[in-house]
């Protein structure tokens, strides 16, 4: 038997194999901080965990409809209400089996094999390996620290090649940046005036430091949200997100769905109830992030790490290594190794450029942030 289709030959995700070492370091008795996984170290909100208790015990959980259950998408409905002052019909919002369920959907709705997506590197890699595997073509946009890791309407301008779609995420993974919402409104427009399908990637919304962040459905009904009650909600392996779609793809996406997944795991769906009644337990964890980020911001410049996106958002500080190592991947196995600290390299995030780049993942405990920051500070003093 062969490798696989030509389609399946995906670049890997580096920073699972990071974790996999440290995990196994771990077991054998070494202390490992992880900084590594994109994920929030907190559980799900109390109220959600009680809900799946309840239901585990009390109801049969069979499949919902392939749309999502309808009470979630109202509340999620009524969710876009209180955090960003806009009326959606429910409708209109798709629950999916996490962000990565709406993000095939939303390929596989917009665009045909050979047509052509832009995408800003550094980026969520999942992105471009999911376009690959549909044969959907890439244009890579740099956005480095010349444009402060933000997309703007002058990069979009510079494109030779035509594009069928963007995909755009603010705040970012793997840099926490936001595009400003000046700009948004721009590359709103821009996408518009070219007939450029806009996907906007909001699975970081919530955790914001300075501005909060704008929702691109605000600007553009055309446009499809992704978001996900993986980062803010704290609900990372219950695999839950949601799409907000133009009314003319509802059935499109439906008949996806129903193929493709059948329905959105059940209860999680009725735990994500329970998620959204607790914005205030939620809103504590994100000032325990904020907190992480200022001692990030004070003390990485301690030992020669200066250089780094601005951290707008999310909880994720991607910093320039390179005047300290030429290879980034190399850099980071040899600091969990000799003082058990996992980040992730940046190529993982830009193929190009990503040698020159680390990300930490500051979601832990502030106390294990500080300590990283103190096993740095002696490994490269």
Same mark, same amino acid.
């Given at each position: 038997?062969?490798?696989?289709?030509?389609?399946?030959?995906?670049?890997? =995700?580096?920073?699972?194999?990071?974790?996999?070492?440290?995990?196994?370091?771990? &077991?054998?008795?070494?202390?490992?901080?992880?900084?590594?996984?994109?994920?929030?170290?907190?559980?799900?909100?109390?109220?959600?965990?009680?809900?799946?208790?309840?239901? $585990?015990?009390?109801?049969?959980?069979?499949?919902?409809?392939?749309?999502?259950? %309808?009470?979630?998408?109202?509340?999620?409905?009524?969710?876009?209400?209180?955090?960003?002052?806009?009326? %959606?019909?429910?409708?209109?919002?798709?629950?999916? @089996?996490? &962000?990565?369920?709406?993000? +095939?959907?939303?390929?596989?709705?917009?665009?045909?094999?050979?047509?052509?997506?832009?995408?800003?590197?550094?980026?969520?890699?999942?992105?471009?390996?999911?376009?690959? #595997?549909?044969?959907?073509?890439?244009?890579?946009?740099?956005?480095?620290? *010349?444009?402060?890791?933000?997309?703007?309407? *002058?990069?979009?301008?510079?494109?030779?090649?035509? %594009?069928?779609?963007?995909?755009?995420?603010?705040?970012?993974?793997?840099?926490?940046?936001?595009?400003?919402?000046?700009? $948004?409104?721009?590359?709103?427009?821009?996408? +518009?005036?070219?007939?450029?399908?806009?996907?906007?990637?909001?699975?970081?919304?919530?955790?914001?430091?300075?501005?909060?962040?704008?929702?691109?459905?605000?600007?553009?009904?055309?446009?499809?949200?992704?978001?996900?009650? #993986?980062?803010?909600?704290?609900? !990372?392996?219950?695999?839950?997100?949601?799409?907000?779609?133009?009314?003319?793809?509802?059935? !499109?996406?439906?008949?996806?769905?129903?193929?493709?997944?059948?329905?959105?795991? @059940?209860?999680?769906?009725?735990?994500?109830?329970?998620?959204?009644?607790?914005?205030?337990?939620?809103? +504590?964890?994100?000032?325990?992030?904020?907190?992480?980020?200022?001692?990030?911001? #004070?003390?990485?410049?301690?030992?020669?790490?200066?250089? =780094?996106?601005?951290?707008?958002?999310?909880?994720?500080?991607?910093?320039?290594?390179?005047?300290?190592?030429?290879?980034?991947?190399?850099?980071?196995?040899?600091? $969990?190794?000799? %003082?058990?600290? &996992?980040?992730?390299?940046?190529?993982?995030?830009?193929?190009?450029?990503?040698?020159?780049?680390?990300?930490?993942?500051?979601?832990?405990?502030?106390?294990?942030?500080?300590?990283?920051?103190?096993?740095?500070?002696?490994?490269?003093?």
């Amino acid at each position: 038997m062969g490798q696989g289709s030509k389609r399946s030959q995906v670049s890997p =995700f580096i920073v699972m194999d990071i974790m996999r070492e440290a995990n196994e370091l771990e &077991a054998k008795g070494k202390s490992i901080i992880h900084m590594e996984v994109g994920q929030p170290s907190t559980s799900a909100p109390r109220q959600a965990l009680r809900t799946a208790e309840k239901v $585990l015990l009390q109801e049969r959980l069979g499949y919902t409809e392939a749309l999502g259950d %309808i009470d979630l998408r109202k509340k999620i409905s009524q969710f876009y209400i209180a955090r960003y002052n806009l009326e %959606i019909d429910f409708n209109r919002i798709i629950v999916t @089996t996490g &962000a990565s369920g709406g993000l +095939q959907l939303a390929f596989l709705s917009l665009f045909d094999a050979g047509d052509r997506v832009a995408l800003t590197e550094p980026c969520y890699p999942g992105y471009r390996n999911m376009l690959s #595997s549909m044969n959907i073509e890439i244009e890579k946009l740099s956005i480095g620290p *010349e444009y402060d890791f933000r997309l703007n309407v *002058e990069v979009l301008e510079k494109m030779s090649n035509r %594009i069928d779609g963007l995909i755009m995420s603010s705040p970012g993974n793997p840099t926490g940046s936001m595009t400003k919402a000046e700009q $948004l409104k721009l590359i709103v427009s821009w996408c +518009q005036e070219n007939q450029v399908k806009l996907i906007s990637d909001e699975i970081y919304h919530g955790i914001e430091y300075e501005e909060p962040a704008i929702t691109a459905v605000n600007l553009d009904n055309a446009s499809i949200v992704i978001n996900s009650f #993986s980062k803010y909600f704290s609900m !990372t392996g219950w695999r839950l997100g949601w799409m907000v779609v133009p009314e003319n793809m509802i059935r !499109t996406i439906e008949r996806l769905a129903q193929n493709l997944f059948i329905s959105p795991p @059940t209860i999680s769906q009725l735990a994500a109830l329970g998620s959204l009644d607790s914005l205030e337990e939620l809103n +504590q964890t994100v000032a325990r992030y904020k907190k992480n980020r200022e001692l990030m911001i #004070s003390r990485l410049p301690e030992f020669g790490l200066s250089k =780094f996106a601005p951290i707008d958002g999310a909880f994720y500080a991607y910093v320039d290594v390179s005047s300290l190592a030429d290879n980034s991947e190399i850099f980071c196995r040899e600091m $969990l190794r000799e %003082i058990g600290v &996992a980040i992730t390299p940046g190529i993982d995030f830009d193929r190009e450029n990503g040698m020159r780049y680390v990300r930490f993942c500051f979601s832990g405990l502030t106390e294990e942030i500080n300590e990283a920051m103190n096993r740095l500070s002696n490994w490269l003093n």
